[in-house]
């Protein structure tokens, strides 16, 4: 057996792995991998967050989903890992804290076990969990910064029956927005790239007020258990099915401030996002932390529905602020 390959039995239960990726100067560097087996045949559904080491509330959507599943009442298995980039968590970052090469885990899969310490972990979650699955989610939110995120993707890549099968599942997932992303370089992409069907779910963000935070939460898991549901993993129905807005990037239209300072938001409930914007409408204004003086207005570029928002507070100088995905170049799918 491989050292990195997690022993497995088949039986039904839980489990709980350490997968090894290297010692670093701090001390040893695994991933965490919990398990679960269930009673009956079925797929194995694969679960990643924390790609981004900042959007750690997804870790919590996935222990809620694993602490309300009996393994005898579920035919396949799950293979979740709640934090994928745990230096990158650990210094409360977006991407690897280190010195040379690509630092994004969103941009290197498959990763090469020779690589940097980001390609390392990359190959790790390659090799022990998405080979090893036939589905994956991978669950992203907002980051640090009071962003709210209200979406799922799927990659403009994929073809045939593998993006249908992507596109199934995403839909099943339940949010208004499908962004037909470019996703090359990521967790999905790879998956994609070896026949498995595969989708981002991009709801939520980190430090929200109880009101947003308590909602995303329970869609997130209704969200994970539609999909189970779809897969057959579970006896339950899936979410009922909706009107969605497929929109490529060409649709996609952001509002960024162009000097940092405060941006008092317009936008602050998550109940917003999803919901159409008026061109023109103001999203929010930029205060000069300096002179205290409003420097500059974002307004909504187009006609579409909210993708992200932003809470109040100090962004920088492009710091990703809101999106509309314009409505007139998407296109929505019926129920
Ligand atoms: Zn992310």
Redesign the pocket.
Known sequence: MNENEWPDDGSEGRRFHRLPVCRLLSGELTLPLHVITGSGDGPTLAITAG??GD?TTPAMMIRDLLDGLDPANVAGRIIAVPLCNPPAAGAFG?QTPEQHGKTDL?EVFPGSPTGNLTQKIASVLARQVIDRADVLIDY??G?SGGRLQERVDIHMGAEGAVREGSLELARAFGTVLVHDNKLGGTAVGYANSQGKRAFNA?TAGVYLAPSDQDGYMSDGVAGFRSVMATLGMIDADALPAKRQLLFPPSARHEANPAHGGYLVSEFQSASQLGRPVEKGTLLGRMIDMHSLQVIEELRAPVDGLLVFSRYSGAVDAGTKSFALAETARSEWLEP
């Open positions: 790609v981004h959007e977006r969103h992203h939110c980051g991009e």
